[in-house]
């Protein structure tokens, strides 16, 4: 074991720290056109008239876009492939703008300047119309989502989910003590610091070229195909470097403006949103509002459970319609319920889409079961952690949603071994003081899932091959969204070539040359991907001993690939690059492999989290002061990583609890939070110190025992900082964010 | 308006519009797309670069305020304090889209400060958003960085 478990630092880490590394931003094109937008000021209105003749009179002004110059085709912003069936209610331009921030129109320009001076310029009359901020009054504006002939109607619910197993009234019969609550979760956004970027170009054989900074090239092809009504294999998408996505770069937003405006003009066009159309005109992780009615037994064994979920995802579908059921999912696989029910509904409201964002529904309903149950623990008398411990599912649970194997499900060990190493036995009980000064401590576990499997089209296919120089390319739609999956995937590669991360060369994701996959999603990107590229590795490896063995005349059997070396048991070998050009210098093509996967399990991961707090009853403020992370990831790959990937997800978690909110204001539909000046995160300043325990106890599944971490980093947190709030002053605080206005109010 | 100023260690003589940001300026006159804008409100602190050895957001700068300075930037940060390679070996920079100016903001305290306490380094960083690291990496890089570069005088 060479490349495994080590702090190898990011293959493309140098170029990040010199400032050479090139964003879509920073990308010098010959020509490049610049467009900038015009977004509505208005929730929900028709827009009756557009003048653009002044915008058109200004020198460098090449064009004006808007509905009545641009295809009207019904998109979903959020599919995966082409032809995929989805909820298609988007359109470049609508004429009827259903959100303050939709697109109006666009002006394209020789320069950014011009065109954003030139879309001020543009007259838009709006008739105003009904508008829907709240999403249990939306759930009155109900009707089925699309016309006979397909055209939406805007009515509610988009989805449901309803779920029942067990007993239910058996189980609620038999309880000691029946808990009710009902938390709200916010409006959160991304804040990738990178704001959305394309560039598109148009190519000589009449394809357009779109770079992109996107989770996926193939859904970026399948959405501006079907905005444009263009077949797949005229366009061409390429990953650029992304500067953080989080979600909020998986659907294409600008990709089909940009794509039609360079195939228009024919000239490459640039669109770079600001901070405030990132934040008005892009999307938000949906706010959920959850009621969960719990019955546990004496000994705090949850008897049944039954949960309802609202889920407001904004304007248009996108892939909230999915929500219901994912939340669903996630929730069924943290503890042993013997009877549920579960019922989800996704509305919509005249407000900023959701989108993909860090957990897809998980923060959302693993925030409310977690505070819910922490609540239940208090009034129970029980310690939180032993409550929760008596529930927890084990190895090989099944979930009775899907019916799928958790794996080797290790959520007991993390919360015994963060248990430890926070001293909660010591430490908690021990919050509520006398004063103004408040300390608590807050617990909370979470699980996520690992991979799209049962879902359709959960495979990728990986090819590597022997270079001349000794190294290794690897081609396999890749999409790392900084968090070093290129790196993690390397190693892999790497360990079983003999070789060492470095020299792993990763082809960009490109849709003419890589093959499909689904895309940097669902936690999928070391579990599944690198499943597949460990098989190819394997394969490559065997081709190379064959190859080498017919070079120095010993069974392939007796050689090992090591030091970037094929090696004979006597240790004497050949160099692979000494291999490349014996078998070069013969005319034989260097050895290959390609290797298709396809998800055979989703297992999942497991975390507990304990925070500790401080909290200023004058002010309200809350302060997170310590911090621990219990993480059962199977087998970390690249520890570093791994605990980066965890500290990450406590910033957006505490921002969450605390901070984060879009808050629309619900008299205008107005996004008060709509900058970095008015929407507050966690800095360096508010966060705590945080130690990271990773329980490595292996998933037979994973790739070297491997599982995911990138999205449960974020799940488990908000709701372990709010635990450790009502903890500290005795409250039952279920809205977020943990405003100092909520918090004084809440005091009393 | 003409000024003049060094960018880099470089003299750069140029014409500027009153309205030019230096962030701008240094991006698409000079190239220099290591600088970072994440907000143009000074906010997030991608675009800090050292004006006179001391951080600023470049997008609160006028390109005419800096004349007769010098700015550098993350390409001419150089690598040889090593500065870097702590960020690269402990974890620190993850899209290292906000790396550039976390970067400056740091060389800035740091030459500033040679020993500063961990709250100091907190403190210095406030004005830079980074959404992938929880600053926990960051903080601890520039720690040991800093204690190695004192180690080195």
Redesign the interface.
Known sequence: MNQLSRRVPLVDGVAKLTGALRFTADLHIDGLLHGALVLSTHPHARVVRIDTAAALAIEGVHEVFWHGNTPSHHYNSSIWFSGQKALADEQMFPQIVRHVGDRVAAVVADTEEIARHAARLIEVDYLDLPAIFDPEVALGHAGLPLRDDDTPTFLNPVAGETFVYGDLEAGFAAADLIVETRVTTPRSHHCAVETHACIARPEPDGRILILSPCQSVFAVQAVVGQALGLAPEKIRVQKTPIGGSFGGKAEPILDPLCAFFALQLRRPVIIRFDRHETFTATRTRSSVTGWMRTGFGVDGRILARETYALVDIGAYCTGGNYLPSSMLQRLVRLYDVPAERYSGRAVYTNTVPAGAFRGYGSPQIHTIAEISLDIAARRMGMDPVALRQRNLVGPGAIEPWQGLDLGNARGRECLARGAEAFGWAGRYQKGVGRGRWRRGVGVASATHINGCYPGFHEETTASLRLLPNGRAELVCALHDLGCGADTTLSQIAAETLGLRACDIVIVPADTDTCPYDLGTRASRMTYICGEAIRRAGVALAKSIRAAAGLELNTPADDLCLEAGTVRCRDDAGITLTDLAARLDSRGVELPTATESYRAQANPGSYAAHFAEVEVDRLTGRVKVTDYVAAHDVGWAINPMLVEGQIHGGIQIGIGYALYEDVAIDRATGRMRGDSFSRYTLANAPEMPPIRVLLVEEGEPTGPFGAKAVGEIATIPVAAAVVNAVNNALGTELTELPLSPERVVAAIG | MRISLEVNGQAAETEVSAVSRLSGFL?DVL???????????G??G?CTVLLDGRPVNSCLVMTFQAAGCEVT???G?G?SSGL?DA?????A????????GI?MAVEGLLRDKSSPSE?E???A???????????????QAVATHAAARQGSY
């Open positions: 991006r190239g220099l797309t290591g600088v970072k804008e994440g907000c143009c409100e906010e997030c991608a930037t993350v390409e940060l690598r870097q960020f690269l070996q402990m974890g920079v993850q899209c290292g889209y906000c790396t550039p970067l709250a380094i907190r403190h960083l406030a004005g830079n958003i980074c959404r992938c690291t929880g600053f926990e990496a960051i903080v």
